[in-house]
């Protein structure tokens, strides 16, 4: 990543795991600082929740990494680019939302 790489996560418990902090640690990667309070605004979240969906709706779940790894590449390629398209339509909105409300909450 470079010298200059800074890992940005947004303090969710899974992140805060002894196993990936000793990841970061031995790879000597340095966490940005994140507030409690900060608006999540990645639309990542939607992606993986969409993943996440497609993936619990199979009929027969991936049992193994290689399964998963497989079925996750099945079910991006199967995704719909009207969602892709849409998401980005929204960040603007979303970037005023959270200005509107000082960083607080918003509902989406």
Known sequence: MGLQFLF????AP???TVAAEQLLESEDIERMDWSARSPDLNPIEYVWDFLGRHLAA??????????LRLALQDEWAAMPQQLIDTLILIMGRRCETCLAVRGDHIPF
Not at 8 to 11: G, I, K, S, T, V
Not at 58 to 66: K, N, Q, S
């Open 8 to 11: 940005m996560d947004d303090n």
């Open 14 to 16: 899974c992140h805060r």
């Open 58 to 67: 199979r009929t027969l779940p991936p049992v193994t990494i290689r399964e």
